[in-house]
């Protein structure tokens, strides 16, 4: 099975012309579909006078970001779970981490998030998460894509209270329909949980400035870091739905670096649109890019014996400085495709406590089980308030290698077809050596292809790429 809608972070577009309504009503059903059948499973209750054997109803949890388009969205999702005999259980305006964290309660058998993370408000996306808070593999995707083009997509529901096993079915009635819930204290739920995992006034002193980005973080990070003590400044936190990421957040660190420089603050945090990442500026206002902020954990974590011997999990978009940092620290490096759910199944496979992306997707495996900035950004935080040092001392505990990125809109992703981009490559990485590298992709969320490219120079790096850029453009723009 193969897939065209899924791309590295679920399914993206622009709402209601690629993004429809029709398809997130499918992509409910499909989910509800793919469910193991347990999750239909009978289970028997004892009453003062006899037994009565009833059907578990599967409920999967729906979060959103602040895109006007998200009620639209969300309820034709809604509508999608419940014709197919589920629950659907709305947290509204939430973080993506936050449903992934809730999911993890028995109560919910799947969550799915409506947002386009970093991209611009026109745009919206679903992202499914099973039990436990996981992402799908390859394998799911492909499955329930199948399924939007399947017209009558067969349920597991249950025929009779007395048959053993699930029957299948393709429109449940009556009883056996799905009702629509609210859950109001889902954001709640979510802070506290993750407040919890730091001791109390933990960022006590601390004066930190936030950039919520218009996004779904408004709700939540400022909240968290003010409940540990922290002098909290926030930016960007009201929305209207056409404003989420526009030259803000962790998009555009121009806002959250001016304000940190005008005033006395220990570092900046910006997030973007569903806050599963997070960005900072030192106490002068410079980037700490995600690399940086993993190299930080990481030797927190390794010199107060929580990182073991495990590897820290990277993608092929870390710079080169991060491997060799971490391998002056003596921690093994793993480096996966580009998305975070490929950081995770790489996580679990070799026991990992920790890893992410460039981007800024961190992920604390012990706490979360996706990319989470406020999770990410109270880890920091409190690293920062601990060591007794400022933030951009310890930044350095990672010289990056010179990288230009040029994002090119293309009309044609085949890059492996492109014969003149091939050759090109080629002598480019020839001409590069030990002492830099090449990376060309196909973005998994727009119709882009990054072309990024590393050297010791910084003036190479920028040739080299604006002539890979050049041919992308003139082949496949």
Same mark, same amino acid.
């Given at each position: 099975?193969?897939? +065209?809608?899924?791309?590295?972070?679920?399914?993206?577009? $622009?709402?209601?012309?690629?993004?429809?309504?029709?398809?997130?009503?499918?992509?409910?059903?499909?989910?509800?579909?793919?469910?193991?059948?347990?999750?239909?499973?009978?289970?028997?209750?004892?009453?003062?006078?006899?037994?009565?054997?009833?059907?578990?109803? @599967?409920?999967?949890?729906?979060?959103?970001?602040?895109?006007?388009?998200?009620?639209?969205?969300?309820?034709?999702?809604?509508?999608?779970?419940?014709?197919?005999?589920?629950?659907?259980?709305?947290?509204?305006?939430?973080?993506? &981490?936050?449903?992934?964290?809730?999911?993890?309660?028995?109560?919910?058998?799947?969550?799915? /998030?409506?947002?386009?993370?970093?991209?611009?408000?026109?745009?919206?996306?679903?992202?499914?998460?099973?039990?436990?808070?996981?992402?799908?593999?390859?394998?799911? #995707?492909?499955?329930?894509?199948?399924?939007?083009?399947? #017209?009558?997509?067969?349920?597991?529901?249950?025929?009779?209270?007395?048959?053993?096993?699930?029957?299948? %079915?393709?429109?449940?009635?009556?009883?056996?329909?799905?009702?629509?819930?609210?859950? &109001?204290?889902?954001?709640?739920?979510?802070?506290? +949980?993750?407040?919890?995992?730091? @001791?109390?006034?933990?960022?006590?002193?601390?004066?930190?400035?936030?950039?919520?980005?218009?996004?779904?973080?408004?709700?939540?990070?400022?909240?968290?870091?003010?409940?540990?003590?922290?002098?909290?400044?926030?930016?960007? *936190?009201?929305?209207?739905?056409?404003? !989420?990421?526009?030259?803000?957040?962790?998009?555009?660190?121009?806002?959250?670096?001016?304000?940190?420089?005008?005033?006395?603050?220990?570092?900046?945090?910006?997030?973007?649109? *569903?806050? *599963?990442? =997070?960005?900072?500026?030192?106490?002068?206002?410079?980037?700490?890019?995600?690399?940086?902020?993993?190299?930080?954990?990481?030797?927190?974590? +390794?010199?107060?014996?929580?990182?073991?011997?495990?590897?820290?999990?990277?993608?092929?978009?870390?710079?080169?400085?991060?491997?060799?940092?971490?391998?002056?620290?003596? !921690?093994?490096?793993?480096?996966?495709?580009?998305?975070?759910?490929?950081?995770?199944?790489?996580?679990?496979?070799?026991?990992?406590?920790?890893?992410?992306?460039?981007?800024?997707?961190?992920?604390?495996?012990?706490?979360?089980?996706?990319?989470?900035?406020?999770?990410?950004?109270? =880890?920091?935080?409190?690293?920062?308030?601990?060591?007794?040092?400022?933030?951009?001392?310890?930044?350095? /505990?990672?010289?990056?290698? &010179?990288?230009?990125?040029?994002?090119? @809109? $293309?009309?044609?992703?085949?890059?492996?077809?492109?014969? @003149?981009?091939?050759? %090109?490559?080629?002598?480019?990485?020839?001409?590069?050596?030990?002492?830099?590298?090449?990376?060309?992709?196909?973005?998994?969320?727009?119709?882009?292809?990054?072309? =990024?490219? #590393?050297?010791?120079?910084?003036?190479?790096?920028?040739?080299?790429?604006?002539?890979?850029?050049?041919?992308?453009? #003139?082949?496949?723009?």
């Amino acid at each position: 099975m193969s897939k +065209k809608l899924f791309g590295t972070d679920g399914i993206r577009g $622009v709402a209601n012309t690629e993004l429809t309504p029709e398809l997130a009503f499918k992509l409910g059903r499909a989910v509800v579909a793919t469910l193991p059948e347990e999750a239909f499973a009978l289970r028997s209750s004892s009453g003062s006078d006899e037994e009565s054997t009833a059907l578990r109803r @599967p409920r999967i949890l729906i979060g959103r970001d602040t895109r006007r388009s998200g009620n639209m969205l969300e309820g034709a999702l809604s509508a999608g779970i419940t014709s197919a005999g589920a629950d659907a259980v709305s947290a509204g305006i939430v973080p993506t &981490p936050a449903v992934a964290l809730l999911i993890k309660d028995e109560l919910f058998d799947a969550g799915i /998030v409506i947002s386009a993370s970093h991209n611009p408000p026109e745009y919206n996306g679903l992202k499914v998460f099973l039990g436990g808070g996981k992402k799908l593999s390859d394998e799911q #995707e492909a499955q329930i894509e199948e399924l939007l083009h399947t #017209e009558d997509v067969p349920l597991p529901l249950l025929c009779d209270v007395n048959e053993t096993l699930p029957c299948r %079915a393709s429109r449940p009635l009556g009883t056996a329909l799905g009702r629509s819930e609210t859950l &109001p204290s889902a954001i709640n739920d979510y802070v506290k +949980k993750l407040v919890e995992i730091f @001791p109390i006034n933990a960022l006590s002193g601390m004066k930190v400035a936030i950039d919520c980005g218009h996004g779904a973080s408004s709700l939540s990070t400022p909240a968290a870091f003010k409940a540990l003590g922290a002098e909290v400044t926030v930016l960007n *936190d009201d929305f209207n739905g056409d404003d !989420i990421n526009v030259n803000c957040g962790s998009t555009n660190l121009g806002i959250i670096a001016e304000c940190v420089q005008s005033g006395s603050f220990d570092l900046g945090i910006a997030h973007d649109g *569903d806050a *599963d990442r =997070m960005l900072a500026v030192d106490e002068h206002g410079n980037e700490v890019d995600g690399d940086h902020i993993i190299a930080i954990c990481a030797k927190y974590l +390794k010199e107060t014996g929580q990182m073991g011997d495990v590897p820290v999990v990277g993608t092929i978009m870390a710079n080169l400085g991060f491997n060799k940092a971490l391998e002056s620290m003596g !921690i093994p490096v793993e480096l996966t495709a580009v998305g975070d759910r490929y950081v995770l199944e790489r996580m679990y496979e070799t026991n990992a406590v920790l890893g992410g992306e460039q981007s800024g997707h961190l992920i604390f495996l012990q706490h979360n089980s996706t990319g989470d900035g406020l999770l990410s950004a109270l =880890m920091l935080s409190t690293i920062v308030a601990k060591s007794g040092q400022s933030l951009s001392e310890l930044a350095k /505990v990672m010289t990056s290698y &010179p990288q230009e990125l040029i994002n090119i @809109p $293309v009309a044609s992703k085949d890059i492996e077809g492109c014969e @003149p981009l091939q050759k %090109a490559m080629h002598a480019a990485e020839e001409q590069l050596g030990d002492s830099g590298r090449i990376l060309v992709r196909a973005s998994g969320t727009e119709k882009k292809i990054r072309v =990024m490219v #590393e050297a010791q120079d910084a003036t190479q790096a920028v040739t080299i790429a604006e002539a890979l850029a050049t041919i992308v453009r #003139e082949q496949l723009g």
